[in-house]
C-alpha cells in the first residue's frame, strides 16, 4: 500500500554560527498509509520536533525527501496541518475566531466560516467557549481550539507536536479519546508526537521508537489492539504489555540522554 | 460590586478632602501674612482671575489650538512612525544600527532645538507641527519595531502551516499581536507631544495653552497665571483620561 506520507533517507543538520552543529535526525524513513494513526515517541532532544517541521514544511536545509500523496514536497503545503508544542491560538481572537481563522484567509465569507467553526468547535468539545478568548481558556482548551483551528484547515494530513505535552496526566487521557472520536470521524492520516507512552499506544495503529541524538528509528511496533479504543483500555493486560515493550526500547535511550544533559 | 463603590466614595473622599485642605491653607497663609502674594495667589482670587479668563481669553480656543496641533502632530507620526517602525524590524541590520540611536533621541529633550526649528520654519503652527511630530515618532517608531520583533516564532508558524503569504502573515498575525505594545508607543508620544507643543507655547508666546500661561506671566497677573495653569492641569488629566480610555478600548476589539 503506498503511503499518503512518506519520509525518505531524512536527515537535518542544524549549524551554529560558532561553527559547531547538531546532528538531530539520522536517515529516518517512514510510511503513513491514508487513514492511519502513527505516533513517534522517543526522549527529550531526540529530534521529534525537528521532524515535525522538517515535514511540515517549515524547515529547511535538510537531506532526503518528505512525500506527500506520491509528490516530492518542498516547503509548507495544502495538504498538511500542524499542531504545535508551544502555545499558539492567538490571545486577540476568541475560541470560534481562532478556529475560523483558516478559512478568513481562505475568503470564505463571514456566516460560512462561522457555520463551519462551530462545527469544529463541537467536535473538539468546546461549545459554550465560542466567545472566550485563550486567556480565559485552560490549557486543554487552548489546546483543543488549537486543533480545532487545524482541522477547520481540512488537511488530509495531521501533524501533531505533542499537543498534550503541558497537561496533567488525566486531561491528557480524556483528550485522548477525543482524539480518536475525532479521528473516527475524520479519517485523517495522522502523525502524533509524543513522549508518552501510553498515549502513543492508546491511540496509534503504530508506534515508532526513536533513538536519542542523532535521532534515528530504532523499532516500529504495531499496536494491535482492537478498535474502536477508549481510555479504559488501558487497564488491559495486552495494553500493559506494549508500554513495557517500548519502555525497555526507550529505557536505554532516555538514560543516554540523561547522561550527556548531566555532562553539558 | 458594593464594595468596590464603597472603596472608591472612600478615595474620592480622601482626595477631594486633602484638596480642600490644601485650598483652605493656601488662602490662610496668603491671608495672614506668611506667604508673599506675589508667589502664591488665594484661591479666592485664583477663581474671580479665572472667571476673567473665561470671559476674555478664551480658553476653549485656546485649549483648541493646543489639542489641534498635538493631534495633528500625532495623526503625522502614526502615518510615518508605524512603516519606519516596520521597515526597522524587516531590515535587521538597520533596525539594530538605529535602536540604540533612536533611543537615546527618545530620552533627550528634543526641546531645547527649538531655537533650531525657529530659524528654519518661523514662529507658526507648521513649526509646532513639526517639533510635535519629531517627539511623536520616535517611541511610535521603536513601539512598533519591538512589537514585531517580540511575536511569538510559534504564532508566525501557525501562518506559515497555514500556507498564508509574508503579507498575510504581517496583516493577520504580526501586527495584532503587536497591537498592545504600539498602542503603548502611541500613548507615550501623546502625552509628550502634548507636554512639548505647550512648552513650545509658552516659550514663543505663541496662543494656545502655553501662549495663555506666558500671557498672564507677563503681566505679572499671579492669580491669572495660577488660574492659567489650573486650567492646562486639569485639560491635561482629561486628556490623559481619554487616552487611557482609548488603550483599553482598542484593545478589547
Ligand atoms: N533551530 C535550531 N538550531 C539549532 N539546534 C536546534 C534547533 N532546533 C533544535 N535544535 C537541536 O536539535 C536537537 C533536537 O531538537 P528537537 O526540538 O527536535 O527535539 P525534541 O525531540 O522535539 O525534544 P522535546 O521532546 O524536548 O520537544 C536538540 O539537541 C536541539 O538542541
Ligand atoms: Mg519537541
Redesign the interface.
Known amino acids: 500500500m503506498a503511503g499518503m506520507l512518506e519520509v525518505r533517507n531524512l536527515s537535518k543538520h542544524y549549524r551554529r554560527d560558532d561553527g559547531t552543529g547538531v546532528h538531530a535526525v539520522d536517515d529516518v524513513s517512514l510510511s503513513v498509509a491514508e487513514g492511519e494513526f502513527v505516533s513517534v515517541i522517543g526522549p527529550s532532544g531526540c529530534g521529534k520536533s525537528t521532524l515535525f517541521?522538517v515535514i511540515?514544511?517549515?524547515v529547511g536545509d535538510y537531506e532526503g525527501d518528505v512525500v506527500v500523496d506520491g509528490q516530492v514536497v518542498r516547503g509548507?503545503?495544502?495538504d498538511?496541518?500542524?499542531v504545535?508544542q508551544?502555545?499558539?491560538t492567538?490571545?486577540?481572537r476568541t475560541t470560534l475566531e481562532n478556529v475560523a481563522?483558516?478559512l478568513?484567509?481562505a475568503g470564505m465569507p463571514k456566516a460560512e466560516r462561522e457555520e463551519m467553526a462551530r462545527r469544529f468547535v463541537r467536535l473538539v468539545g468546546l461549545e459554550g467557549f465560542e466567545d472566550r478568548y485563550p486567556s480565559e481558556l485552560s490549557g486543554g482548551m487552548k489546546q483543543r481550539t488549537a486543533i480545532a483551528r487545524?482541522l477547520a484547515?481540512s488537511p488530509k494530513i495531521m501533524l501533531m507536536d505533542e499537543p498534550f505535552g503541558a497537561l496533567d496526566e488525566q486531561t491528557r487521557m480524556l483528550l485522548g479519546d477525543k482524539i480518536l472520536q475525532i479521528w473516527r470521524e475524520l479519517k485523517q492520516t495522522t502523525l502524533l508526537i509524543t513522549h508518552n507512552i501510553t498515549e502513543a499506544v492508546q491511540l496509534s495503529d503504530r508506534v515508532v521508537v526513536m533513538s536519542f541524538r542523532p535521532g534515528r528509528i530504532k523499532e516500529i511496533i504495531p499496536i494491535d489492539l482492537p478498535r474502536p479504543r477508549s481510555s479504559e483500555i488501558i487497564a488491559t493486560d495486552q495494553f500493559g504489555r506494549y508500554v513495557g515493550a517500548i519502555w525497555q526500547l526507550l529505557r536505554e535511550e532516555a538514560s543516554r540522554g540523561m547522561v550527556e544533559a548531566e555532562n553539558v | 460590586m458594593r464594595q468596590s463603590t464603597i472603596m472608591s466614595a472612600k478615595v474620592a473622599f480622601v482626595g477631594l478632602g486633602s484638596l480642600a485642605v490644601l485650598v483652605a491653607a493656601a488662602e490662610y497663609s496668603v491671608d495672614a501674612g506668611w506667604v508673599s502674594p506675589f508667589i502664591l495667589a488665594p484661591p479666592t482670587e485664583i477663581w474671580s482671575a479665572a472667571v476673567e479668563i473665561y470671559k476674555e481669553e478664551k480658553p476653549f480656543r485656546a485649549l483648541g489650538l493646543t489639542l489641534g496641533t498635538t493631534l495633528a502632530a500625532i495623526v503625522l507620526a502614526i502615518s510615518i512612525g508605524l512603516p519606519c517602525g516596520w521597515a526597522l524590524w524587516r531590515y535587521q541590520t538597520v533596525g539594530r544600527a538605529y535602536e540604540g540611536w533612536l533611543g537615546a533621541l527618545f530620552a533627550s529633550p528634543k526641546l531645547l532645538l527649538y531655537p533650531l526649528f525657529l530659524v528654519l520654519l518661523g514662529r507658526n503652527v507648521g513649526m509646532l507641527l513639526i517639533m510635535g511630530f519629531v517627539t511623536a515618532t520616535i517611541p511610535i517608531m521603536l513601539k512598533t519595531r519591538e512589537g514585531l520583533v517580540t511575536v511569538s516564532p510559534t504564532l508566525i508558524n501557525v501562518g506559515k502551516a497555514f500556507n498564508m503569504t509574508e503579507h498575510q502573515i504581517l496583516w493577520k498575525i504580526m501586527l495584532p499581536s503587536a497591537v498592545p505594545i504600539i498602542f503603548t508607543g502611541i500613548r507615550l508620544s501623546m502625552i509628550y507631544t502634548l507636554i512639548s507643543i505647550v512648552a513650545l507655547e509658552f516659550l514663543l508666546n505663541f496662543e494656545g495653552l502655553g501662549g495663555m500661561v506666558g500671557e498672564m506671566y507677563d503681566r505679572y497677573n499671579i492669580p491669572a497665571m495660577y488660574a492659567a495653569i489650573i486650567f492646562v492641569i486639569l485639560m491635561s488629566l482629561i486628556y490623559f483620561r481619554i487616552v487611557q480610555r482609548i488603550q483599553t478600548w482598542l484593545r478589547s476589539v
Request: proline share 9%.
Open positions: 517541521s511540515g514544511g517549515l509548507t503545503h495544502r498538511i496541518g500542524m504545535f508551544e502555545e499558539s492567538f490571545p486577540w481563522f483558516p478568513e484567509v487545524t484547515f
